[in-house]
């Protein structure tokens, strides 16, 4: 009787190790996947960060020329000609608008009154499935540089 409540007092110790190796296991493949989805989140942020600057970038330096940031870009005027669509993929490189992962929306309005002819725009990125990434104003104008930041009336030289 000795030996037979000893195998069974080792049959549970073994039961009680293995639960509590199951629950560890379960604990850090949940930590891993959670770092995955932060990685990829990351990874989107910071390439949306960079294709936003490029385009905010092209935009101040050809003054708002919404023509000319579509042919430098490669990028697709909008039908009604409000903005332009840039289309990623997946590695965000440049794709037609069916295989795209992000569209980019860079939208404008142009104030050609007044003595700085200013351009104002939005530049967005979205998921294909509708969420919005990251979304950054843009301003341009004509005569006087671009402004980043301050009063409309002082240019950033």
């Not at 930590?31 to 989107?44: C, E, G, K, N, P």
């Not at 385009?55 to 003054?63: D, I, P």
């Not at 309005?109 to 990251?134: F, M, Q, Y």
Request: glycine share 6%; aromatic share 10%.
């Amino acid at each position: 009787m000795n030996r037979h409540s000893r195998s069974t007092l080792f049959l549970m110790e073994q039961l009680i190790v293995t639960a509590v190796f199951a629950i560890c296991a379960a604990a850090c493949v949940r930590i891993l996947v959670a770092s995955y989805f932060m990685a990829t989140q990351s990874r989107d942020l910071s390439n949306a960060i960079i294709a936003t600057e490029n385009v905010a970038e092209c935009y101040r330096a050809v003054s708002g020329d919404i023509d000319e940031i579509a042919n430098m870009l490669e990028g697709t005027i909008m039908d009604d000609g409000s903005g332009i669509l840039f289309f990623f993929d997946s590695d965000w490189q440049k794709c037609d608008e069916q295989s795209s992962s992000f569209v980019m929306t860079l939208s404008y309005e142009r104030h050609d009154a007044g003595p700085t002819k200013l351009s104002i725009g939005e530049v967005s990125i979205e998921k294909s499935n509708g969420d919005v990434i990251i979304s950054i104003p843009v301003a341009a104008s004509a005569l006087h540089g671009f402004y980043p930041y301050g009063s409309l009336g002082e240019a950033y030289e």
